[in-house]
């Protein structure tokens, strides 16, 4: 049975009004949390909350809140929660520093080549709208090249060090926008490049790469290291809301967090105008983000969506499970409202029928057919 918006899992329903109070100043925070703790809202686990953090992306984030409640409320958050979240906060500092520096020797290693390469996600991100570079995990550093210079980049990379892999992940993921994901270890940390050929996965419709964007490339500082290229507010915009709701169990919170600080960051910088006539399914994204992340104090509530949060199980996940044929079907044909509205751009509020019906089935089409060319003309090993 589906979830609805007021009938959230507890650990989960926590977790998002916690990292709505920690997007807000320390004062607010901390009375998020006598408010939180007045109202007996508490996680059914500290150990699972911190798990489920780490998942979402959200624990560096939470790790100084967390602190603050400790010290204004130590008879409602235990000692032992402080000390994980700092442990895991520090873990991702310490991965970060590891990821900044092989960044540093990949931005001028392609300058000095004549190839442009374009950071995506939170390899920008983390500089431009967090406080500190490892307040934002990432698994992997994304970047954007164009489709001819796979080659060239792909010797460079080895260059520097970096071994691919000798194919993708999974061959039931069809062809893909990026290259093998390149792997080296940095200060006892896997580094993971992936080289993008398009900034949005083959699985949405649309195509962003250096040949089709909205505007030209931004420059931005890294701290000490060089400064490094992205994309423009309205293809940033957009690639974050396309990668937000890409296929996923769950939406992570920290790309719901992504979309609401980058707004907020570049609002006066970003034409609204041609973002809602080139892009309308942005606008619906940062809404569905406000709708789980809206504040902890109960303002602004949440919007009557079902199962909040909840996205679709990625067809490589429901190709290998046990269960039922009947319950496969159901999860590939009968996804999550609010991962619906979301993908296909339908803001709250509005029917999901046509979704259902015929543009939803039209997509899994389009998905399996994908693949299906993906084995039989599959990239060979790089």
């Not at 000390?83 to 092989?102: D, I, S, V």
């Not at 509020?349 to 089409?365: D, E, I, N, Q, W």
Request: proline share 8%; charged share 20%; net charge positive.
């Amino acid at each position: 049975m589906t979830r609805s918006a007021i009938d959230l899992p507890p650990a989960y329903d926590y977790l998002r009004r916690a990292v709505a109070a920690a997007c807000e100043h320390a004062g607010a925070a901390v009375e998020a949390g006598e408010r939180m703790a007045l109202a007996g809202i508490a996680p059914p686990s500290w150990r699972k909350l911190a798990v489920d953090a780490d998942y979402h992306g959200v624990a560096p984030l939470l790790a100084p809140l967390i602190a603050q409640w400790r010290k204004a409320l130590p008879q409602a958050v235990p000692e032992t929660a402080r000390l994980t979240f700092h442990a895991l906060a520090n873990r991702q500092r310490l991965a970060a520093a590891a990821r900044e520096r092989r960044i540093d020797e990949l931005l001028p290693a392609f300058r000095d080549a004549g190839i442009e390469i374009v950071l995506l996600k939170g390899a920008a991100l983390a500089h431009q709208i967090y406080p500190a570079v490892g307040m934002r995990p990432m698994a992997d550093i994304d970047a954007l090249i164009g489709v001819a210079d796979q080659g060239r980049a792909a010797e460079i990379v080895r260059g520097l060090g970096y071994v691919f892999d000798t194919r993708h992940s999974t061959r039931f993921a069809g062809a893909m926008h990026h290259l093998p994901v390149a792997q080296i270890e940095q200060s006892g940390f896997r580094i993971a490049l992936e080289l993008h050929t398009s900034a949005i996965s083959h699985d949405h419709p649309q195509r962003l790469t250096l040949a089709n964007l909205s505007e030209p490339l931004r420059a931005f500082a890294r701290g000490s290291g060089p400064a490094g290229l992205t994309l423009g507010h309205i293809d940033t915009l957009h690639q974050l809301s396309r990668h937000t709701f890409s296929p996923g169990r769950d939406i992570k919170l920290i790309h719901l967090c992504d979309l609401l600080r980058y707004d907020a960051r570049f609002k006066d910088e970003i034409d609204g105008d041609r973002l809602r006539r080139r892009f309308p399914g942005v606008p619906v994204a940062i809404s569905l983000a406000r709708s789980v992340l809206s504040p902890a104090s109960g303002r602004d509530a949440p919007a009557a969506i079902r199962d909040l949060g909840r996205g679709i199980v990625p067809l490589s996940e429901i190709a290998a499970e046990t269960a039922p044929l009947g319950d496969k079907l159901a999860a590939l044909f009968a996804p999550p409202d609010f991962w619906l509205h979301g993908f296909y751009s339908v803001p709250p509020g509005r029917s999901l029928r046509l979704v259902r019906t015929v543009r939803h089935p039209a997509t899994v089409l389009r998905w399996l057919a994908h693949r299906l060319v993906g084995r039989v003309f599959f990239d060979p090993p790089r």
